[in-house]
């Protein structure tokens, strides 16, 4: 697999294709060009790009799986929450183990998919912003990544929740509610400060107290995947494939998955039909530009299909009839 056009420069008239060349000195030239001849920092970023960087996981290392290049396809969103990447703010405290904005909310993403029928087969989240040393300032990060293909579904392996987080999970207190608010509201939810009204509305008749907010669509994703809380619901069209294609193979891999909120709130229960999952191989008919690869209905990820099914029974209870169908 091949870099190529990562992104175009122009300087003094000149259109400058910027990619990964064969060799690091070739590398180096480019850069050069770029960077107005600041040849040491040239000869930095060509060596970090054309390191060999090897890492070695027990659960993949366990298995040998083929799969055809030319079926795949990568969505890629190199910082998603951009905002807080730029803002920058390291003091931000955790709700629950959840921020509800700063770098911690910073992802890289990269999911592959199957060009022919769209499915979400691998995902990689980078999370470059985990904890920070006092010290030091440094900061360590953590990657997560989750493969599902011809029944062969595999994760990486996350550390024990109490190493996450000092309280229970959101996850833990549906599996074992320990008093009446937990038993009365038996789902937890990451959402946008910019959700819908009607949804939040909603949300709280089925979640209670229990509704985080947060940035970054890749991080409240992370959040899912993590078991920090059971659903993540989305209901504008201002995410895209790239933000959501990463998470869903990973949650794909653990059993759950990610679907569209619009066609799920038209859905009839009883129908027997598939929950709609998004797809990643066409764009939306009738759309230009990047709007034709945005999820325009919403978004829902979560970890287990028959808690799905579940919140989705008391969203639609609580939801007026005419927010099923807008």
């Known amino acids: 697999m091949s870099l190529q056009m990562i992104w175009f420069v122009f300087t003094l008239g000149e259109k400058i294709i910027m990619r990964l060349c064969p060799t690091e000195e070739e590398t180096v030239d480019l850069l050069n060009k770029v960077l107005n001849g600041n040849k040491l920092a040239s000869e930095a970023l060509a060596k970090v790009v054309h390191q060999d960087v090897v890492f070695s996981d027990p659960a993949l290392d366990a298995i040998e799986i083929n799969i055809p290049q030319d079926t795949l396809g990568v969505w890629v969103d190199p910082i998603d929450s951009t905002y807080q990447y730029i803002k920058g703010s390291a003091d931000i405290k955790s709700n629950q183990g959840i921020f509800p904005s700063g770098l911690q909310c910073v992802t890289i993403l990269i999911g592959v998919c199957d060009i022919q029928t769209g499915v979400p087969l691998m995902g990689v989240i980078n999370q470059p912003f985990v904890s920070q040393d006092l010290n030091t300032l440094r900061w360590k990060g953590q990657c997560y990544w989750g493969l599902s293909y011809m029944g062969t579904n595999i994760h990486s392996f996350l550390p024990p929740v109490s190493t996450r987080n000092s309280s229970e999970t959101q996850s833990q207190v549906t599996q074992n509610p320990s008093s009446e608010a937990e038993c009365s509201h038996p789902f937890s939810a990451v959402i946008s400060t910019s959700e ?49 294609c990463a998470a869903h193979a990973i949650l794909r891999a653990m059993g759950g998955g990610m679907v569209d909120l619009k066609e799920c709130l038209e859905r009839n229960p009883n129908s027997g039909l598939d929950l709609p999952q998004l797809v990643y191989h066409v764009g939306n008919r009738g759309a230009a530009g990047v709007d034709q690869w945005a999820n325009k209905g919403g978004l829902i990820a979560y970890r287990s299909k028959k808690q799905l099914e579940t919140f989705l029974s008391l969203l639609l209870r609580h939801l007026a009839p005419v927010d099923a169908h807008t």
């Open 196 to 244: 819908k009204e009607t949804i939040k509305a909603a949300l709280s008749r089925v979640c209670g107290e229990r509704i985080f907010r947060a940035a970054g669509a890749g991080y409240k994703s992370l959040c899912v995947v993590l078991g920090l809380v059971d659903i993540y619901i989305f209901s504008e069209d201002t995410t895209f494939k790239w933000d959501s």
